[in-house]
């Protein structure tokens, strides 16, 4: 993945610790990679773990025209090969089915043109709700990569299907998506 660039979307789930370790990861790659957080996402990680894993100030706003000066949707979507959102949570699943754009990672997700894959992580009912699976089959059929989630301990205490990929699964499944040709 030398010379790559990887745009990392981190939404709000407890696996958005797993998110530092396939940042990591993709750094000893050899991919530049950018981390996007939401709101939520700082509930769990701070940017600074982020930041400090990629060399690289940690997008987190719409408006930042000291990093962004064109806007961080349109400068990363410019600058990034692939988008891997990870944990997906079922509002970032749900936003991105439905065309929302109210925060950058959702704004992004409308403005990237490369291959999205996202990395699904909620508790076990979640995942299983017919409307989550509709926007996964959404996504899906609008050319959207998943990593689905796997069976475990889940933080709720519960084991199911619902705990995020492996970060090194993940990675994987990147360097896959990169091997690809571009279809023009």
Request: charged share 20%.
């Amino acid at each position: 993945m030398t010379g790559r660039e990887i745009i990392v979307g981190c939404s709000g789930g407890i696996a958005a610790y797993k998110t530092a370790a396939l940042v990591s990861g993709l750094v000893q790659a050899g991919a530049g990679v950018s981390v996007v957080m939401t709101d939520s996402a700082r509930q769990f990680i701070g940017p600074a773990t982020f930041a400090a894993l990629t060399g690289r100030p940690v997008a987190q706003d719409v408006f930042d025209e000291t990093h962004y000066p064109l806007g961080a949707h349109i400068e990363l979507a410019d600058r990034g090969e692939l988008l891997c959102v990870a944990p997906a949570t079922a509002n970032v699943l749900a936003k991105a089915a439905q065309g929302l754009a109210d925060d950058l990672l959702s704004t992004l997700l409308l403005s990237f043109t490369g291959p999205i894959l996202m990395a699904p992580a909620m508790n076990c009912e979640m995942w299983e709700k017919p409307a989550v699976q509709r926007n996964v089959a959404q996504l899906r059929h609008d050319g959207f990569h998943f990593v689905d989630p796997e069976e475990g301990w889940l933080s709720c205490r519960r084991r199911g299907v619902g705990r995020m990929a492996a970060p090194d699964k993940i990675v994987q499944a990147i360097g896959q998506l990169l091997s690809k040709p571009k279809v023009v």
